[in-house]
């Protein structure tokens, strides 16, 4: 999947909470950026050659920049640590995208959760959830008040948001809030795993398709296949590759010489998406629902393996 890459320039840097920056980009060439759904992210490359993804969380409608919100993760690859530490108005970096692996639809209503720089995606789904005049609830959670970045921001919408800073009123009561199930309304949700987890076991009663997540980082992958050789066949190029047990598709065609589009390598960017001619995929991303899991006509070769002996693949 080809996807635009093109050369940006730091605008602004803006403190939104504790260890969280606000990080406007515009093309370098002062064109309008790429158009954008909610939802979507783009993948930052750093001078340093690191690569990250983040969620856009500016205006949809506003092509002149992007915004990011990007919080200082101390454990972290070295991503967040080079733009909070290093990143200065009028530097020029790479991005790539825009991606939507969190699209937004249209619903008769909407309760959106967020944990801490899990706002990112939510806010706007937010912004265009009111451009509809449909009607949602926000219910926002961090550590402390300091923590929540984008709060003055969310501040015009009133009582719409709720938040829940853990440190004086704990967390978001997710088992009483989704108790209920109400027609029309579906659920987007994006946060810490710990969040995520309770989110998925609260909303497990609710119809498949309602409740929507994006997850921070993959979990431990638990297949039924066990993980043996099998051939990849690239249509486009008329090669085949082995690919061995513990070693990803990605990996081997890395090894074999076939060049393939990659960035997270744990499921999560999508980048790496691959169109399947020919075989079933065993699907360990974390980005497909069960329906376009069902679908088999494509996966994510970072991560994903083969429930039968050969895949025909797009490439």
Not at 16 to 31: K, N, Q, T
Not at 117 to 131: C, D, K
Not at 245 to 263: K, V
Request: proline fraction near 7%; charged fraction near 25%.
């Amino acid at each position: 999947m080809s996807v635009v890459e093109q050369e940006v320039v730091v605008r602004q840097l803006r403190w939104e909470a504790d260890g969280v920056v606000s990080l406007e980009l515009r093309s370098r060439a002062g064109d309008p950026l790429p158009p954008w759904d909610p939802g979507s992210h783009v993948d930052l490359v750093l001078p340093t050659g690191i690569e990250r993804q983040y969620s856009l969380c500016g205006a949809p409608g506003d092509r002149s920049c992007y915004r990011l919100g990007i919080r200082r993760e101390h454990t972290s690859r070295g991503g967040s640590e080079y733009v909070h530490a290093f990143l200065r108005p009028g530097q020029r970096l790479r991005i790539k995208g825009p991606r939507n692996n969190f699209g937004f639809r249209r619903a008769g209503s909407y309760l959106f959760i967020a944990g801490g720089i899990g706002i990112t995606p939510i806010l706007p789904m937010v912004r265009q959830a009111e451009a509809w005049g449909v009607d949602w609830t926000l219910l926002y959670g961090g550590r402390t008040d300091g923590s929540m970045p984008f709060r003055e921001e969310l501040g015009r919408y009133g009582g719409r948001v709720r938040c829940y800073p853990a440190d004086k009123v704990g967390r978001i009561p997710l088992a009483e809030v989704l108790e209920e199930v109400r027609p029309g309304l579906e659920v987007y949700a994006c946060g810490p795993e710990s969040l995520i987890a309770g989110l998925e076991e609260a909303a497990a009663h609710w119809p498949a398709g309602t409740v929507h997540i994006e997850r921070f980082k993959s979990r431990p992958r638990v297949s039924t296949v066990e993980d043996t050789a099998f051939e990849v066949v690239c249509a486009a190029s008329d090669k085949t590759v082995t690919v061995p047990p513990g070693r990803s598709i990605i990996t081997a065609l890395d090894d074999a010489g076939i060049a393939t589009a990659s960035s997270c390598r744990s499921g999560i960017c999508g980048s790496c998406e691959t169109g399947v001619l020919d075989g079933v995929p065993d699907h360990r991303d974390e980005i497909l629902d069960e329906a376009a899991r069902a679908a088999g006509d494509r996966m994510f070769i970072c991560v994903s393996r083969a429930r039968t002996p050969k895949l025909t693949l797009d490439l």
